[in-house]
């Protein structure tokens, strides 16, 4: 049964409309004066229908908008209101009869009883007739009434379809402040982000994508709870939830010493007859690793500053170095590679392929690349400390290549040819060169698209790798730049002025900062003293 038959007040529907707001005079007169049920010129004769509704032709010009009272001469005033709506080509007469008064509760009943025996599609359409039969008013009505209906808890809703995960999932996605909120939403929104862990992952995604937070998890030892599968004694959510905001006075500590330059300085005192001078190093925070000039690696323990270890093998100065949790590799002046064990200091592999001095290296993810004077640059897959085999060798420089860096997209290299070149990490394909430098370049640092370089024409200089292009230059050291390293909000350069700057990263970015707001700070310290820490050797300049 479709919805227009089973309606038994259809014609009446049919007829209807309504009055919009502001249609113009509303004059109120009784149905005698409106003359309905009489025949008159240019108008069809009305039907009332208990005082429903009529439509009455017109060939008038103007709008013209009237009310009439639809009485008996026994019955009192105002119990049913007529309109008469008038366009120039037609007028309707609508009756709004007072829900009390009539048959409108059982017409109604009758109505939903009707209503609820159709299908759903007819049900739809009959309320679509409806909705088109209304004014934008009445549709402001039915819509703010919709909307509470149509919202849904879906967080609440999915563990009940036994989807908790995509729950936690969503979730998962807020920061701190949000996720705060969410726990105060409902207990049933608290009870998702608790046993989905989701504070846990909230810091284990800081760490994986800030190296201020990487750096503070090892630090402080809350690593070891972190990208783990949770163990059944385990900590619980109140743990991670708790520990967030101290890693974030720990940050928000940290931030304010570099603001304000506050630091301590410690020195190592290393200079023997034999030392001579210190060439590279790296550290954590329970040791530090030095190449000296004097072909030794020396092992220190970073609290007492003592040397815990001599590690000997070259027969030439060790020129640059890298560790992990497992070995030490080291590039020397003898033209080779050695791969040490971090922890017995035994020597694990010796790598001959240079003909020269190796001046810089850099390994992770079984790839390891190394650069020489001897202008090339060799690249080589590490299945295991024993076993690193040549993979290709690059060449393309015209001076010796001083520096190096990759990720799994590109490999940067550096040369006293004062060009920078960008290879293809997968293909070993030569991709572009970045020009730009007046001098050769003595480091760099490669990460996320963002390529920086000191040179020795006293300038670093920002570069987009993806496009090649010079994004700033940063003018303030007065002599060569010898070491840079940067993080999401600073970069940090050495030179042989004996001067460590902190710029502004962000502000490098943007174009529109002025060049004397960039620097932050720069520290100073004994010239003799940081040549001395640093080494004598010069980069390969033309």
Request: glycine share 6%; with cysteine.
């Amino acid at each position: 049964m479709s919805a227009r038959a089973a309606w038994p007040c259809w014609d009446h529907w049919d007829d209807m409309s309504v009055l919009p707001s502001g249609l113009g005079a509303v004059q109120q007169q009784s149905c005698r004066q409106l003359g309905v049920g009489a025949q008159k010129p240019g108008l069809v004769t009305p039907t009332v229908r208990n005082s429903e509704i009529l439509c009455l032709p017109s060939a008038g010009n103007g709008q013209n908008t009237s009310v009439m009272e639809d009485q008996n001469e026994d019955e009192s005033p105002k119990k049913n209101t007529l309109w008469q709506i008038s366009n120039g080509t037609s007028s309707v007469i609508v009756s709004r009869k007072r829900p009390s008064e009539g048959n409108y509760e059982k017409e109604k009943d009758l109505c939903i009883k009707y209503f609820d025996q159709w299908s759903e599609s007819d049900q739809v359409e009959f309320v679509e007739h409806l909705i088109s039969r209304m004014c934008h008013y009445q549709h402001g009505h039915i819509n703010s009434y919709l909307k509470p209906m149509l919202q849904r808890d879906f967080i609440t809703a999915l563990p009940e379809q036994g989807l908790d995960h995509i729950a936690e999932n969503i979730l998962s996605y807020l920061d701190a402040r949000s996720l705060c909120a969410a726990e105060l939403v409902c207990k049933e929104w608290q009870r998702v982000i608790s046993e989905g862990m989701l504070w846990k992952k909230l810091i284990e995604r800081m760490v994986r994508t800030d190296p201020l937070w990487k750096g503070l998890s090892e630090r402080r030892g809350w690593d070891q709870y972190l990208f783990k599968n949770r163990p059944t004694d385990g900590p619980p959510n109140s743990f991670y939830r708790s520990l967030y905001p101290k890693i974030i006075q720990d940050i928000e500590t940290i931030e304010s010493n570099w603001r304000c330059g506050r630091h301590n300085l410690q020195r190592i005192q290393c200079r023997s007859e034999n030392s001579k001078g210190v060439y590279c190093l790296q550290y954590d925070d329970e040791k530090i690793i030095s190449g000296l000039r004097d072909n030794s690696i020396k092992i220190w323990d970073k609290t007492s500053l003592e040397c815990l270890k001599v590690l000997t093998g070259h027969t030439g100065s060790v020129l640059c170095l890298q560790y992990d949790e497992r070995v030490i590799v080291t590039g020397s002046s003898d033209s080779t590679v050695r791969v040490w064990d971090v922890n017995t200091g035994e020597v694990l592999n010796t790598l001959i392929h240079h003909n020269e001095a190796v001046l810089h290296l850099r390994f992770s993810n079984g790839l390891m690349v190394t650069c020489s004077k001897d202008r090339s640059i060799a690249v080589w897959d590490m299945a295991s400390p024993t076993d690193i085999t040549l993979r290709r060798v690059l060449v393309g420089h015209r001076a010796a290549v001083n520096v190096v860096d990759f990720d799994d997209k590109y490999i940067v290299s550096a040369s006293g040819d004062r060009t920078i070149k960008v290879w293809s990490t997968s293909t070993c394909e030569f991709v572009r060169t970045l020009n730009g430098h007046k001098r050769g370049i003595a480091c760099l640092q490669y990460r996320d698209r963002l390529v920086v370089s000191g040179s020795s024409d006293n300038t670093i200089r920002l570069w987009d790798i993806e496009c090649g292009a010079c994004l700033r230059v940063l003018e303030g050291h007065e002599e060569l730049v010898r070491c840079i390293r940067f993080d999401n909000k600073r970069i940090v350069s050495g030179a042989y002025d004996g001067k460590i700057k902190v710029w502004d990263l962000q502000a490098a970015l943007d174009p529109r900062a002025p060049a004397s707001t960039l620097c932050l700070r720069t520290l100073v310290g004994s010239t003799v003293l940081n040549y001395w820490i640093f080494g004598y050797y010069m980069p390969e300049d033309d």
